[in-house]
């Protein structure tokens, strides 16, 4: 979901999130107010969000990632024809997927047979 202005809001179903000089970005004005729920604090050496707003152009970004309960962290690496960061998944990026995969291990149940 993208404003009118441009700015990347959320997906349909996961949050968005953009780092821009070491600091986390997110909505929150401009979501759905479900959305708001739950969002994860600021880790993995990132300073607290500077705004409740997303950068305004994601050429000035160094990472960027998409948050969902059923697919995790993913990466994103190009909107359209821009690419964020190296086009790698940057890492910090890497780092919150490996402490969400730390804690979904730890904390999950297993499935009964």
């Not at 708001?36 to 300073?47: D, E, Q, T």
Request: charge should be negative; charged fraction near 30%.
């Amino acid at each position: 979901m993208v404003a009118d202005d441009g700015t990347i809001l959320e997906g349909l179903s996961s949050n968005f999130f953009a780092v821009r000089e070491g600091i986390l970005h997110t909505e929150d004005e401009r979501v759905l107010p479900a959305s708001r729920g739950g969002r994860p604090r600021a880790g993995a050496g990132l300073l607290p969000r500077a705004t409740g707003r997303s950068p305004g152009s994601d050429r000035e970004l160094s990472e960027a990632f998409l948050t969902s309960v059923s697919r995790g962290i993913l990466p994103v690496v190009k909107v359209d024809a821009t690419t964020i960061g190296d086009g790698r998944p940057g890492p910090s990026t890497r780092e919150l997927g490996r402490r969400l995969e730390a804690l979904v291990e730890r904390e999950a149940e297993p499935l009964s047979a």
